[in-house]
């Protein structure tokens, strides 16, 4: 069983659609996040919940975002797509929020966002 | 060297060689690290960790060096096997209630059998 999984894996779009992107992730952890992973392969976190509540918001624009309807759950929509915003994303979740060991971050595989 | 189109430092190794990747780190308030390691078309993948009272951690194959002073970290790899070959990323956590993980640039890792 796939214990962090994203769809779609691969998404290409035009400038200006809004599309979304899921996350569930089923290992009973209480944080998710959202990466954001560019052509350079710098990764960098955009959002991360915590048992349902926003804990970090990390200067990403207004078009982005994020929802967690549950713990087990992180959907990222994005509105008005820009060139610029592609990219691969990723979902994460760790056990916890903070704390040694809680850093261990679970990785999706990657959703690669193509803007054309 | 840097990987052209990339721009990620890289590492060529022969297998079976050892391996040291370096990781220069921001945060002089950060207490805990990690190294995670991204295959092709995969997400990063947990290697090993370690907190900031210590100076060395070994894993299986793996060790990390952390030199606070001058803020620097490394992953040594022992025996290198084209399985190795990734992206492999440092990652620091900020001391406090700052519960932000934040990574490296990434260093590419070629293992040549």
């Known amino acids: 069983d796939t214990a962090v999984s994203q769809t779609p894996k691969y998404l290409v779009t035009q400038m200006g659609n809004d599309k979304s992107i899921k996350c569930e992730q089923n290992?009973?952890?209480?944080?998710m996040y959202w990466y954001k992973q560019d052509s350079k392969k710098f990764l960098k976190i955009m959002f991360s919940?915590?048992?349902?509540?926003?804990?970090i918001n990390e200067t990403v624009p207004n078009r982005f975002s994020p929802k967690s309807p549950d713990k087990a759950h992180l959907n990222l929509h994005i509105n008005s797509l820009e060139l610029g915003d592609s990219a691969v994303y990723f979902c994460?979740?760790?056990?916890?929020?903070?704390?040694f060991g809680a850093g261990e971050l679970f990785f999706g595989e990657g959703s690669r966002l193509t803007v054309l | 060297g840097e990987s052209v189109g990339l721009h990620l430092p890289t590492l060529s190794v022969q297998e079976g060689d050892n391996s040291i990747i370096n990781c220069a780190y921001s945060?002089?308030?950060?207490?805990?690290f990690i190294w995670y390691k991204q295959e092709s078309g995969k997400g990063p993948q947990f290697i090993i960790d370690?907190?900031?009272?210590?100076d060395k951690r070994q894993g299986q194959r793996v060790t990390v060096l952390l030199n606070k002073t001058v803020k620097h970290l490394s992953l040594q790899i022992a025996a290198t096997q084209p399985g190795d070959s990734a992206v492999y990323f440092c990652?620091?956590?900020?001391?406090?209630?700052?519960?932000?993980?934040?990574f490296g640039k990434g260093t590419l890792l070629t293992v040549n059998p």
């Open positions: 290992l009973g952890h209480d944080t």
């Open positions: 919940y915590n048992n349902k509540e926003l804990i």
């Open positions: 945060n002089s308030a950060s207490d805990y």
């Open positions: 370690i907190r900031s009272n210590m």
């Open positions: 994460a979740s760790s056990l916890r929020l903070g704390g």
């Open positions: 990652a620091e956590k900020p001391g406090g209630s700052n519960y932000k993980l934040t």
